[in-house]
């Protein structure tokens, strides 16, 4: 028998965690709501043509890292002063960082192509190609992304 | 590449698949998001089929329905995933878990449990019955009268197919509405109780919750 779609919130209870630190990661906490909340509407909408075999992680990561650019070039547009995100997140002002909490406030501070590759190749498991298809950049490019990122990375962790 | 630089990557690799750690509140805020994003969805008319766990006599039942009405009664041995993947399969994979859309089927199940409900007022949705003899057996077992019963075989008559009793039987024993749909209202032509999907004990309790059967001692 062919492999089934999961029921919606099945997919949404195993997803939501991993595309929240994404949009975190991406755009702040504050804004982090709304995105998560157009990404998952988004889903909702195209989910009964997914295919079940498909890389669905991938998929709806991806549909977040288009929903964390609109909400950067509606900022852009609007021009108004970004909120720091950690000084909006009380709960992220904590005095000495673990080692995985230090690598992934480095990643929120990527520039957007080298954390949108980070995390497409890392959380989403994504090849070279659909990172770059969900970028909008040759695979050549994805690729030097990902190794820009990885190497500003390795400054913050531990060998 | 050199090698150093390679397995120092490797370092960063692995934290990086283990994604960010949850010691911020970033779990609960996910899960937050992720109930208002039901409820939102519900608003929209983006759910198909909305469903919910309630409390009753029999345990946690699980109810789910569409925009046509109830769809699934489902008994607390029942499992959960297998219940909504089977609806998934025939209704729609577009499945999430909003309280707020079953809130008058849990009213009314609430009111026939504590004895002071006779009817149920509720529209249904015969999608997940299998085929035209189930829904009309179906169909003639939801106008048996509250304290009342009927056999197998009576069902089987008003349905259309005199000899059709072992068919009625099983359409019976897969009713996806139970209790709303009261299966348990057919009997064996001699008065023995015949079968239920949630179980003999349970038939016999809503049957003496009825009044259409003595209770033991």
Not at chain 2, 181 to 192: F, K, M, S
Request: hydrophobic share 40%; aromatic share 6%; glycine share 8%.
């Amino acid at each position: 028998m062919s492999k089934q779609l999961p029921p919606f919130q099945r997919f949404l209870d195993v997803h939501r965690d991993v595309v929240w630190r994404f949009l975190v990661s991406a755009v702040g906490p504050v804004e982090a709501e709304d995105c998560f909340q157009e990404t998952f509407i988004a889903a909702l909408r195209a989910y009964p043509r997914l295919r079940a075999d498909s890389n669905v992680r991938g998929w709806v990561l991806t549909i977040a890292h288009r929903k964390a650019l609109d909400a950067h070039r509606g900022r852009a547009r609007r021009a108004l002063p970004v909120a720091d995100p950690v000084a909006v997140d009380g709960r992220a002002q904590s005095a000495a960082p673990a080692p995985d909490e230090a690598l992934w406030e480095a990643v929120g501070e990527l520039p957007d192509r080298q954390r949108s590759a980070v995390v497409l190749r890392y959380l989403a498991d994504l090849p070279h190609r659909d990172i770059a298809a969900a970028i909008g950049c040759s695979e050549e490019a994805a690729r030097r992304s990902l190794h820009e990122g990885l190497t500003t990375l390795r400054k913050v962790v531990p060998a | 590449m050199s090698a150093r630089t390679t397995s120092e990557n490797h370092v960063v690799e692995r934290a990086l698949r283990r994604g960010a750690p949850s010691t911020d509140g970033h779990e609960d805020r996910a899960a937050e998001a992720a109930r208002r994003l039901a409820q939102r969805a519900v608003q929209e008319g983006l759910a198909d089929v909305v469903y919910a766990p309630v409390s009753s006599p029999f345990g946690e039942l699980l109810l789910a329905a569409t925009d046509r009405g109830l769809l699934r009664v489902a008994f607390p041995e029942e499992d959960t995933d297998s219940v909504l993947e089977r609806i998934s399969r025939r209704v729609s994979p577009r499945i999430v878990e909003a309280p707020a859309g079953l809130e008058r089927v849990r009213r009314e199940l609430d009111e026939y449990f504590s004895g002071s409900r006779r009817r149920f007022d509720l529209a249904l949705d015969w999608s997940l019955v299998g085929g035209p003899f189930g829904r009309e057996v179906l169909r003639v077992t939801s106008e048996i009268p509250y304290g009342g019963v009927l056999s197998y075989r009576e069902v089987a008559m008003d349905a259309g197919s005199p000899r059709g009793s072992r068919a009625a039987g099983n359409a019976l024993g897969s009713n996806p509405i139970p209790i709303v749909v009261p299966c348990h209202r057919v009997l064996h032509t001699g008065g023995g109780l015949g079968g239920y999907g949630g179980g003999l004990d349970r038939k016999r309790w809503l049957l003496e919750l009825e009044g259409a059967l003595t209770p033991q001692l």
